[in-house]
DNA sequence: CCAAAAGTGTTGCAGTTACACCCATGA
DNA sequence: TCATGGGTGTAACTGCAACACTTTTGG
C-alpha cells in the first residue's frame, strides 16, 4: 500500500481503474445475477460482490470487462456493453479505484457452463434478483434474505437493473437471454423476468412477430401437452 | 514521463484517469460545442479538443467534470451528466488516460459569459456542430471546413451527440438550453438544432403545452410584428 | 378424458402525423 | 398597408392495451 505514495507524475495521482461486470440471466423466469465472494481480508471480507478487476496496461475497459467475463463467468461472445463509471473517492476505503461498470446478457445454457471459482475467490454463484419498484434491487438466494454486497456493487446492481429495462423496451436484448432456438413462450418469459412483471400473452406474440426479429424454425418441442414451434433470430447482433 | 514507470502497487498501472466535457449551447437555431486549443506541444500541437482535464486525487469525476466547465467554460449549476468511458489503451499516444467523458446542456445566455482562456491553452471557442446523419457530427467555424479534434475528441463529440438526440425525445432536456424565460418558438428552434431536422409548429406547441413543464407567464416578448407569449418551466430540475 | 401449455382476433383508445390560414404588431 | 413572426384545430392513421376461448398433445 505504501508503494502507491512514491513520488511520481503528478498527472497520475495514486489511482486505479477496475472493471466490474453485472452477468446477468434467465433461469426458471427469474432474473438472476452473478456474484463472487471476497477473499476473508478487509475489506469486505467475505462479502458477495460483482465479479471484476484492475484494467491491465495493455487492455481497454472493454477488453478487461470481456476477460473478467471469460474468467469468472467461463463465457465469450456474449453480449457485453457500458453501463456507467463509478468514481466517487471512498468507494474503496483502502485506496482510489474508479471503477467502468459493464453489464453482460448470458442464456442460461451458457451460464450453466460458467461460475468457475480461481485461487482467491471462491466458485461464482448465481442469485435472484428482486426488484420490486425502480429504485431498489437486491441479490438473494431462495429461501434467504437479501445480501448486501461489498463497496457501491448494491448501486451499480441496480443501475444495471434500470438500465435493462429500459434498453428492453426498445433494444431487441431479450434475444441475447436465450439459446438459437426458443419457444415464444420461452421469450414472452424473458421480458417478464426482466421487466419484474407479467405482459399479455396475445399482444406480446403479435408484436414480437411483426416485428420481424424472429423467424419460425421447423423444430418443435415436445412435453407433456401440446408442442411448442421453435422460433431463431434472423439475426444475432443488433 | 519516466516517474510513471517506477517501481509500484502492480494493482495500479501507470495509467491516468482524466474527464472531457461536451458543452453544447444552442445560438441562433444552430447547436454550437466548446473547445480549447491544445498547447504547441506533441500531442496534437494545436489542434481543437474537448475541455478536459486529470481527475484529482480528492474528487469524483463528476466533481472534475464540474470543475472542468467551471474553469473552462465559465458555467456553474448546468445539466451535466456522464456520457461514456473511453479506455483505449492507444488514445493518448503519450500514455495511458482513461478518459470519462460528460456532456453539458448550457443556455445561450449562461454561454456568452463563458469562454474563458487559462495559461497554457488559449481562449476556447464555440463550434457549430454539424450532425446530417446519427453516423458522423463535426465541428465547424462558419465558413470554414470542419475541424478535425485531437485524441479520440471526435468520437467523443459524435457520441454526444447521438445521446443528446435520443435523450431529447423523451426527456424534457430542451429546458436546459434556454433562459428562465422563452417563446415556444425559441424552445421549438432548440429542438430542431438538436435533432437536426425541422418540426411541426402545431404538433409542437399541443404537445408542449399539453405535456405540463411550462407555465405561461404574463410577459410577452416584443419585436416588429406580433408580440410572442414567454413561457417558463414549471421545474427547474428533473 | 384430463391436465397442461400452445395458439389465436377484435375492439376501443390514445397518441402521432399531416396540413393552411388568420392575427397582432411595428415600421 | 405591408412584412414578420405568432398563434390555432381537425381528420386519418397507427400503435397499444384489454380481453377468453379453442387446440394439441402425453399421460
Redesign the interface.
Known sequence: ?T??H????P???????AVDVVVFTVRDGQLEVLLTRRPDEEPFPGAWSLPGG?????????DAAARELAEKAGVEDVFLE?L??F???DRDPR??V?A?AYYALVSADKAALGARADGRTRAPQWFRVQAESEEHAQAFLPGQPPVTLAFDHDEILRTAVQRIRGKLEYVPIGFQLLPPHFTLTELQSVYEAVLGHPVDKRNFRSKIQKSGLVRESDAVKKGPHRPAKLFEFTQRTF
Chains 1, 2 share one sequence.
Open positions: 500500500m508503494a502507491i512514491t513520488a511520481r507524475d498527472r497520475f495521482p495514486a489511482l486505479g481503474v484492475f484494467v491491465r496496461p495493455d487492455e481497454s475497459a472493454d457500458q456507467y463509471t468514481s466517487a473517492p485506496s482510489r474508479v467502468v
